[in-house]
């Protein structure tokens, strides 16, 4: 019989407790953005930022656990799993812009 340790009996408090530190963030990448057209998986995203990403939403379609070779495009709404500081790191990458350099 599985049992649940008394603490966490009731789910949402379970869960808080269990994350601890760890918090949600919502991101929209803006239009302009260096990391439309990359994927997952070659952005080094969770590498570079810490944060986990839960799920994209793009127009009225969301991808829950998106695939590595999901491709970001300015426009999607991005749900990320992460500590504080990896959530503001994120957020700055997928805010970047392109920058001509001349």
Known sequence: ?????DDISNP???IKKMLGDTDLGVYT???GCSIAGETIA????R???GA???AVQRGEKTIPNPPSDWKFECGDVVLLLGSS???TTAGKK???LDVDEE
Not at 42 to 45: E, G, K, L, W, Y
Request: charge should be neutral; aromatic fraction near 4%; charged fraction near 15%.
């Open 12 to 14: 949402v408090h379970g």
């Open 52 to 54: 986990l990403i839960l």
């Open 47 to 49: 590498e570079e930022t």
């Open 85 to 87: 500081k990896a959530l």
């Open 42 to 45: 070659n952005s080094n995203f």
């Open 1 to 5: 019989m599985l049992r649940l340790p």
């Open 94 to 96: 997928l805010a970047s």
């Open 29 to 31: 990448i803006p239009g």
